[in-house]
Nanobody, 120 residues
Framework: QVHLVESGGGLVQAGGSLRLSCAAS????????MGWFRQAPGKEREFVAT????????AYADSVKGRFTISRENGKNTIYLEMNKLKPEDTAVYYC?????????????WGQGTQVTVSS
């Protein structure tokens, strides 16, 4: 079992930045990959970024590539999502999950989510 808790969401103006965190507990953190997804009202959960167990391999959705950076700090059992040049269309609830890839079905555990709102 893996327990995930996101934090760091909030309200920011377009062009601004936010850093999300996801703290994990349960299984040994260094044994599993992680990812970030987001879900806007009325839309399906969509892939944002993923990172392998060591942090060497990452992948991003085209919509965030060059603006968002996923990273992890295994000593703190935490992953991060650094979000820069935010746009109103980035507004969503952001979820971290335990798994790897761009499909939500590949993820076994999810956090409760953190709201990100970008005003124009």
């Amino acid at each position: 079992q893996v327990h995930l808790v996101e934090s760091g969401g909030g309200l920011v103006q377009a062009g601004g930045s936010l850093r999300l965190s996801c703290a994990a507990s349960g299984r040994t953190f260094t044994t599993y990959a992680m990812g970030w997804f987001r879900q806007a009202p009325g839309k399906e959960r969509e892939f944002v970024a993923t990172i392998n167990w060591s942090g060497v391999n990452t992948a991003y959705a085209d919509s965030v590539k060059g603006r968002f950076t996923i990273s992890r700090e295994n000593g703190k059992n935490t992953i991060y999502l650094e979000m820069n040049k935010l746009k109103p269309e980035d507004t969503a609830v952001y979820y971290c999950g335990q798994g790897y890839g761009d499909r939500a079905t590949e993820y076994a555990y999810w956090g409760q989510g953190t709201q990100v709102t970008v005003s124009s």
